[in-house]
């Protein structure tokens, strides 16, 4: 049994986090400030863990949850490209302030290891596939440069003063939880939502802009492996967590719309700025070191996803 700090616990990785380590017995406490996590993701678990309502840049209320915590799994952000295009300067400040106010308080109280969320946007419009960690980023975002500043400063932190840290390169996960009301939400969530309201949702592009969808189950294993995976392995080090294959945003429509039997072709617009063309993981160093073994679930995965809406 560890004791586990999640942040952005009520969002939707990091809920399914906290429902995951809690049927493994660990102690769970977590914070989110509620802008765009849900309490109701958390409301079946409410009373088993330790919830607080608070944003990643308090500084005494990030000092304080980090004492006493194993490890920390590090979620809360405010994600999203086109969130970021639209107002760089807030998501800056959350997503980079904020990682490292909760860096200074984990090295502080001896945290043993954090676990970054990282982002696939870091490879940018690197033309070559599969993406591979060792390549040039080349990130177009700010966004994209927000979440690749937080691994040099996890990367930092480990060098500096030994508080061991992991970046997962997470490639566009999806699966129930995952907000559907936003126009930032992920695709698959949005076109969901649109489709089940009786809109016809839009494509930005030509439909064959493709993504490494991978099922939240696998973001989840890959969690905790990083967690509890030798220092000299793990440490300091990034992982691509993808499922190595892709598939084109005309796929997910038809899926989607297969499964709701929604029967209206998709509307087409531009393309999204800071956007890139196609994005698949080459997971080979996390297959080889972390023992990570994603499970194909693209289709299985859409159809439970469907379905929670
Ligand atoms: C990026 C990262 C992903 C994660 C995520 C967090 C890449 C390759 N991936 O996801 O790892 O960090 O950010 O937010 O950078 N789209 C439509 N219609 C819609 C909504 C979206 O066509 O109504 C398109 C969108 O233009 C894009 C694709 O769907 O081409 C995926 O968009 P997304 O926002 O779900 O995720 P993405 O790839 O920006």
């Not at 177009?140 to 840290?165: D, H, M, N, W």
Request: aromatic share 10%; glycine share 8%.
């Amino acid at each position: 049994m560890a004791r586990y700090l999640i942040t952005g616990i009520a969002g939707f990785i990091g809920s399914t986090l906290a429902h995951t380590l809690l049927e493994q017995g660990h102690e769970v406490r977590g914070f989110d400030n509620l802008s765009t996590g849900n309490l109701e993701n958390l409301a079946d678990i409410r009373s088993s863990i330790d919830f607080q309502q608070m944003d990643l840049q308090d500084t005494t209320g990030v000092r304080a949850a980090c004492e006493g915590v194993d490890y920390i799994l590090h979620q809360g952000a405010l994600a999203s490209v086109p969130r970021s295009v639209k107002d760089p300067l807030t998501s800056h400040e959350s997503n980079i302030n904020g990682t490292l106010n909760l860096l200074i308080a984990a090295r502080d109280a001896r945290v043993k290891r954090i676990v970054y969320a990282a982002s696939s946007s870091a490879y940018g419009d690197q033309p070559t596939q599969p993406k591979q960690e060792d390549m040039l980023p080349r990130p177009l975002s700010p966004y994209a440069v927000q979440k690749l500043t937080c691994e040099y400063y996890i990367q930092s932190f480990y060098r500096a003063y030994g508080l061991e840290g992991v970046c997962l390169r997470y490639f566009n996960i999806f699966g129930p939880r995952q907000a559907a009301d936003s126009p930032y939400s992920g695709v698959i969530a949005q076109f969901t939502f649109r489709m089940m309201a009786g809109e016809t949702p839009t494509i930005f592009g030509d439909g064959l802009t493709s993504r490494d969808f991978n099922y939240v189950d696998n973001a989840v294993s890959a969690n905790l492996l990083a967690s509890t995976a030798p220092s000299e392995v793990a440490t300091g080090r990034v992982f691509n967590i993808g499922t190595g294959h892709s598939h084109t945003l005309n796929e997910v429509y038809a899926t989607i719309a297969e499964h709701l039997g929604f029967t209206r072709k998709p509307n087409y617009g531009p393309e999204r700025e800071g956007d890139i063309k196609h994005s698949l993981a080459d997971i080979s160093r996390a297959t080889k070191e972390l023992g990570y073994q994603p499970k194909a679930l693209f289709h299985e995965g859409l159809k439970k996803t469907v379905a929670w809406y």
